[in-house]
């Protein structure tokens, strides 16, 4: 196909609307998510109810050999698949719905800023902390530290990062966060380091509780 059709194909399924049926990869809890793959996840699903686009969630044992990409989460939409949380907040936002509009330009790069900071430090750590040794565990802890310093003095006593309205670095940021402090590993010294910032507890709360809890329970 050319580029040219496949601009037409894209610029049609963004026309259409998000269907009731739109499914999420990831792979099996537990059983073969990874740390980093189970924070992405989260993310991408927070940023979706954020949006208010519902989406069912799938776990398979090949998650990552159906995405075209090799990368996950992914999503299915109509004939549309994409991966990762990034490709997704463009995905939707060219479908009409988007948490960053009401920014300003310098308010969007400090957002995107923010999350290369988490990309960089947060995710990063979740990918070695299971592997390294101590001497490298000691950096790790010390980033993710670092990073939840810079995340608290932005939260500061908000709701959200950017005040009353959440964007998708809240999304990215909860994924990374939840999945920290709710998950068994060998070592919580990992939680402990985020349990130091009280603001970004409440805000992991609140978001639980506002997008996640059965409200009629």
Known sequence: MSLAAEAFVSQMAAAEPWPENATLYQPLKEEQILLSDCASSLAVQTYLKMCGLPVQVVCKTNAEFMSPSGKIPFIHVGNQVVSELGPIVQFTKAKGHSLSD????????????????????????????????????????????????????????????????????????????????TTRLTSSELAERVRSYSNLLTFCRRIEQTYFEDKNS
């Open 102 to 181: 009401g920014l300003d330009d310098v308010q969007r790069a400090e957002m995107k800023a923010y999350m290369e900071l988490v990309n960089n430090m947060l995710l990063t750590s979740e990918l070695y902390i299971q592997w390294c040794d101590d001497a490298t565990a000691a950096e790790v802890y010390e980033d993710v530290s670092q990073c939840c310093q810079a995340l608290s003095q932005r939260l500061g006593t908000q709701p959200f990062f950017f005040n009353k309205q959440p964007t998708e670095l809240d999304a990215l940021v909860f994924g990374h966060l939840f999945t920290i402090l």
